[in-house]
């Protein structure tokens, strides 16, 4: 097969004129029959207002050893790899595995382990994703949350109320990340995510898109069972070891296991703490807290373009970073083209939002958490879990500055250490009731100061973005999660059979990560125990599975 990098085409061209690119440049005789598909597109504005989309394709069906002679520039040879699951372990699983949160990390954990015979359970403390749904936007609308079901627990995980962003910067040599991707399309996601350089879904099509994922785990002899919160996990001594023995589902049911992904999430805060008490090996690690920022879309399209968008375009995102004088990173995170800012709360009395974007990203304005590092000598180190009442006490906080909703600042008003009292030109664009604050009365001066030094840093490189009646929300405190589970090469707690996995344990950044991160641990899985069903070999493509089954 023949990848040719570096075409390119204006914004709004048919993608079809790719074809004659292609027979130019392997110099083709008119006529000649062959196959190709994108692999990648994207926008390269950087000589703007002169904007390319730029894509890579394969092309098969040619004589490529021909062709290769002589090759023209930007033509390689390539082999494609499809990612491989071997479920060779011979140990055997006299219970069924556990898996423990419905995120990324273990949606895919348990849609693989279903795929090849285990037979697993998935504990999800929300509900399903339609339901979940429902609970949301009346939270949004009224204020009233239920602390089992919203934008951080339920079907899907925190992933599924955000932009949908699918771009990771994790290498992967194994095509985990490619089968990710199919996985999503298979199961209802829209092809561009196989090409596009930064996919994205968007809620209105992750939602169905989950559900299918789930159906399917089911079909596949997996078990998913809705508003199950794992409230302990039973241990046992043996041989100077620790061993898991069962979980207990909402304090009455026990569920014997010989193993359980601990596919937590960053926001089950509740669950750390029974870990905890366990005496479960857990160490802090650093996070980054923040704010929401939102400007004119049309001012961040006018300024990465060099123009007006207009329809040839998509929304434009973008991505800062800033060291302040004292040594502290400051970067944008979680960046939503044409999103929304939305109320992302999880506990009773305390208040975190978050960003998400639809599938058009058409919304007004973009926004972006701002947000800085935070190190375990900020918070103190006496528990591993200090980072997480660090996190809370800002909530609480930011509950109490906004009465209950999402407090809101001009950065002018910021920067003058007072409350807004209006708005300028930016008006919000907000998922959940908002209140005017003070957001300095929020964090601690270093945190301030050096939100304030990177913002001018910023205006630098996008022009408008410290303008004063730019919108901050807070508080940004979910960006990942404070603490990490060890584990070992093959992703084994010290505690015998618990399996800590995804963003929540420490191991993951986003929805492509956790989710590669939920398939490595159910590679460890099938390298150890042997399938608890007949044994098969799989040929994946396309997300998709064909079996033959050998006896």
């Known amino acids: 097969?023949?990848?040719?990098?570096?075409?390119?085409?204006?914004?709004?061209?048919?993608?079809?004129?790719?074809?004659?690119?292609?027979?130019?440049?392997?110099?083709?005789?008119?006529?000649?029959?062959?196959?190709?598909?994108?692999?990648?597109?994207?926008?390269?504005?950087?000589?703007?207002?002169?904007?390319?989309?730029?894509?890579?394709?394969?092309?098969?069906?040619?004589?490529?050893?021909?062709?290769?002679?002589?090759?023209?520039?930007?033509?390689?040879?390539?082999?494609?790899?499809?990612?491989?699951?071997?479920?060779?372990?011979?140990?055997?699983?006299?219970?069924?595995?556990?898996?423990?949160?419905?995120?990324?990390?273990g949606l895919f954990c348990t849609y693989l382990l279903a795929k090849y015979g285990y037979r697993p359970i998935l504990l999800e403390r929300g509900k399903d994703a339609k339901s979940r749904q429902k609970d949301v936007e009346t939270?949004?609308?009224?204020?009233?949350?239920?602390?089992?079901?919203?934008?951080?627990?339920?079907?899907?995980?925190?992933?599924?109320?955000?932009?949908?962003?699918?771009?990771?910067?994790?290498?992967?040599?194994?095509?985990?990340?490619?089968?990710?991707?199919?996985?999503?399309?298979?199961?209802?996601?829209?092809?561009?995510?196989?090409?596009?350089?930064?996919?994205?879904?968007?809620?209105?099509?992750l939602i169905p898109v989950i559900t299918e994922i789930r159906r399917s785990i089911e079909k596949l002899g997996g078990e998913v069972l809705f508003q199950s919160k794992v409230t302990d996990f039973e241990l046992k001594e043996k041989e100077n070891r620790r061993i898991l023995s069962a979980v207990i589902v909402n304090d009455t049911k026990r569920i014997p296991c010989d193993l359980a992904v601990l596919a937590l999430g960053h926001s089950a805060r509740d669950t750390f703490e029974t870990l905890y008490r366990k005496q479960v090996p857990m160490e802090a690690k650093s996070f980054a807290v923040g704010v929401r920022a939102e400007h004119p879309q049309e001012m961040i399209d006018q300024a990465q373009y060099g123009r007006k968008r207009g329809t040839d375009l998509p929304s434009s995102p973008y991505k800062l970073t800033a060291q302040t004088k004292s040594g502290r990173g400051v970067y944008s995170f979680c960046m939503c083209p044409g999103g929304y800012v939305v109320n992302a709360s999880s506990e009773p009395g305390r208040l975190a939002v978050n960003g998400m974007s639809y599938s058009g990203r058409d919304g007004e304005n973009a926004n972006s958490?701002?947000?800085?590092?935070?190190?375990?000598?900020?918070?103190?180190?006496d528990s591993?879990?200090?980072?997480?009442?660090?996190?809370?006490r800002l909530e609480e906080k930011a509950y109490e500055l906004g009465q209950g909703k999402i407090p809101i600042q001009q950065y002018g008003d910021f920067c003058k250490n007072v409350k807004s009292t209006e708005f300028g030109e930016v008006k919000p664009q907000l998922k959940g009731e908002y209140s005017?604050?003070?957001?300095?009365?929020?964090?601690?001066?270093?945190?301030?100061?050096?939100?304030?030094?990177?913002?001018?840093?910023?205006?630098?490189?996008?022009?408008?973005?410290?303008?004063?009646?730019?919108?901050?929300?807070?508080?940004?405190?979910?960006?990942?999660?404070?603490?990490?589970?060890?584990?070992?090469?093959?992703?084994?707690?010290?505690?015998?059979?618990?399996?800590?996995?995804?963003?929540?344990?420490?191991?993951?950044?986003?929805?492509?990560?956790?989710?590669?991160?939920?398939?490595?641990?159910?590679?460890?899985?099938?390298?150890?125990?042997?399938?608890?069903?007949?044994?098969?070999?799989?040929?994946?493509h396309s997300g998709a599975a064909s079996s033959n089954r050998s006896r």
């Open 139 to 205: 939270f949004w609308k009224s204020g009233t949350l239920n602390p089992e079901s919203n934008v951080q627990f339920g079907e899907g995980g925190a992933g599924t109320f955000s932009d949908g962003k699918l771009n990771t910067l994790v290498k992967d040599k194994l095509g985990r990340s490619k089968f990710v991707l199919e996985t999503f399309v298979t199961h209802g996601a829209p092809e561009r995510i196989l090409y596009e350089a930064k996919p994205h879904i968007g809620t209105d099509i």
């Open 436 to 540: 005017f604050a003070n957001l300095r009365e929020l964090f601690p001066d270093y945190l301030s100061d050096a939100l304030m030094e990177a913002m001018e840093t910023f205006e630098q490189k996008i022009h408008g973005f410290s303008r004063p009646d730019t919108l901050f929300s807070g508080v940004e405190s979910r960006t990942s999660s404070p603490v990490k589970l060890p584990r070992n090469e093959e992703c084994e707690s010290p505690i015998e059979g618990l399996y800590p996995c995804g963003e929540g344990a420490g191991y993951a950044g986003g929805i492509t990560s956790a989710a590669m991160d939920g398939m490595k641990v159910a590679e460890a899985i099938g390298r150890k125990y042997a399938p608890m069903t007949d044994s098969r070999t799989y040929a994946v």
């Open 384 to 392: 591993p879990l200090d980072g997480m009442e660090f996190q809370r």
């Open 369 to 381: 958490a701002l947000i800085v590092t935070i190190t375990p000598e900020d918070y103190g180190t």
């Open 1 to 105: 097969m023949l990848r040719i990098n570096q075409l390119k085409l204006l914004p709004g061209e048919p993608t079809e004129h790719l074809e004659k690119k292609i027979c130019r440049i392997l110099h083709l005789k008119p006529g000649t029959t062959f196959q190709w598909k994108m692999i990648r597109q994207s926008v390269d504005a950087r000589k703007k207002p002169e904007i390319y989309m730029v894509y890579t394709v394969e092309v098969s069906g040619l004589n490529e050893k021909k062709i290769l002679q002589h090759p023209p520039k930007n033509v390689t040879s390539v082999s494609e790899k499809a990612y491989r699951f071997s479920a060779c372990g011979t140990m055997e699983l006299k219970q069924r595995p556990v898996v423990i949160g419905s995120g990324p990390a």
